[in-house]
């Protein structure tokens, strides 16, 4: 069983010994709450016994099993009776909840289908060109707001970036050109996400926080409710994404369900698997050398003005050359993912008793599970070296079991944005690595390790930083034509 450093020990024991007391429940219990909501990873890296690919826990007195092993991941990535609304609805019955905030739990099986229609719509090959042009003059007018040399924390400003990039894609140019209020909505916007254990066990301290999160998501709500019926009215061109989408049909609750959802499946994870290339490129640089390489053989075989500013150029790129013209990238990404997204997922078996392939375990109907992907992406027999930054692994591919590799989901899960994320990584590495050199700069808390490389802590799910330090990225612009807009 994994247990919690002990430094924190007592702390923890206090902590517990309170819950105990103001629940009426078991210290035992509380115990494996608390590791299963703040050290997920842990707890499922050493609770499995020998041969066994399931073990059972309860979580807020919810039965739980956790799964692991190539069978298992099998049918928890394909098995149609695990939703996974249903599984994190357990986390809105412990967290008190604004009732607008529960629309976003219902998208996957509820809206799964409706919500990549919407995406098809506004993501196609006809507007391609279009997006990629406005993509990456936002991405340099971002760039240049920065100095010509300096520090800086990778997280924070390529989160504002693909922020901005995100929402003008699926909002307007209109909605996202005021600096005041954008930023507000972005604010807001990650106010509402706000969430640590501690307001999970211990909601009566939290209860600012709370308010603060309800009046987020209100504020949220209200703006876009009174944009898009502005829209709609207006007598504007209807070339806009919230335009095309009331083309289509859809209503104001309908848009705005779909601009949340995809703005909070698409930017945390785009900004960290970005700012993880970054630093795994910098710690080995000859793949910065093989993609400035890529990158302007690519911009070779298009007509261009030689004159003209890097992100221009870059526009003129067709979309199969950004999708299939830039294996080099394609490998960083693939191996950056496999280091970095390594999430607990949780879902409920909303339908009969199911038996677990390759063990004698079982999920029982109404049963939440739970994997870790760590199981898959740091497993030495599938990964050789699993610590190690080797992007050539996926030279010849993915792994001969699709499952394997669970950079975008798998089965009936996988990103319904896989496409466009991808290309928002490659446009901002694009022009990172084209206009910048860098380095950088990692700061130790205390912390020792034997892997080879930074991490981020596999432990909290919404935190994208490493474990154990601080990166800065310390940057200066290559020459000035490629800064210009």
Request: glycine share 6%.
């Amino acid at each position: 069983m994994a247990i919690l450093s002990s430094a924190n020990a007592f702390l923890t024991f206090l902590v517990l010994v309170v819950l105990a007391f103001v629940t009426k429940r078991k210290i035992k219990e509380i115990y494996i709450d608390v590791l299963a909501i703040a050290c997920s990873y842990d707890l499922l890296s050493s609770s499995f016994k020998a041969g066994e690919n399931t073990f059972h826990f309860s979580l807020f007195g919810n039965p739980v099993v956790g799964l692991r092993g190539q069978e298992a991941r099998k049918t928890y990535f394909n098995e149609r009776s695990f939703s996974t609304s249903e599984g994190y609805k357990m986390f809105s019955k412990a967290v008190p909840m604004p009732e607008l905030a529960k629309t976003l739990l219902s998208a996957e099986e509820e809206h799964g289908a409706h919500f990549r229609k919407q995406l098809d719509v506004l993501v196609n090959k006809n507007r391609f060109a279009e997006i990629i042009a406005t993509m990456l003059g936002d991405i340099q007018r971002a760039m240049m707001t920065w100095n010509d040399e300096g520090t800086m924390d990778p997280f924070d400003k390529i989160n504002d970036i693909t922020f901005l990039v995100t929402a003008r894609m699926i909002t307007s140019s209109d909605f996202v050109s005021h600096p005041v209020d954008f930023s507000q909505f972005q604010k807001d916007f990650f106010t509402q996400l706000n969430n640590t254990p501690t307001m999970i066990f211990l909601p009566w301290f939290y209860r600012a926080a709370q308010r603060e999160k309800e009046i987020a998501i209100t504020s949220l709500f209200t703006k876009l409710t009174a944009y898009i019926e502005t829209r709609e009215i207006s007598d504007a061109s209807a070339a806009e994404p919230i335009d095309v989408l009331l083309a289509h049909g859809l209503n104001t609750q309908e848009i705005i369900q779909f601009i949340l959802g995809f703005l909070f499946g698409s930017v945390y994870n785009t900004t960290k698997t970005i700012s993880w290339i970054l630093i795994y490129i910098s710690l080995h640089p000859h793949w910065i050398s093989s993609l400035r390489s890529e990158v302007e053989g690519v911009l070779s075989g298009v007509p261009i003005d030689a004159s003209e500013p890097l992100h221009s150029k870059l526009s003129q790129v067709p979309i199969e050359a950004w999708e299939d013209s830039m294996p080099i990238l394609d490998l960083v990404i693939s191996e950056t993912l496999r280091l970095t997204m390594n999430q607990t997922v949780l879902r409920r078996n909303v339908g009969e008793d199911l038996q677990i392939p390759g063990g004698n375990g079982s999920v029982p109907s109404g049963t939440f599970a739970v994997y870790s992907h760590a199981d898959a992406h740091l497993q030495p027999e599938i990964y050789p070296e699993p610590w190690s930054f080797k992007p050539e692994r996926f030279e010849h591919g993915k792994p001969k079991v699709s499952n394997d590799f669970l950079g975008w989901g798998a089965g009936r899960h996988r990103c319904v944005g896989a496409r466009i994320a991808k290309l928002i990584i490659k446009a901002i590495v694009c022009l990172f690595v084209m206009n910048y050199d860098y380095d950088i700069r990692r700061t130790k808390r205390g912390f020792s390790s034997t892997m080879s490389i930074p991490v981020p802590d596999y432990n909290k799910v919404n935190e994208a930083r490493p474990k154990g330090e601080v990166i800065t990225l310390r940057y200066k612009c290559i020459g000035q034509q490629s800064r210009e807009i």
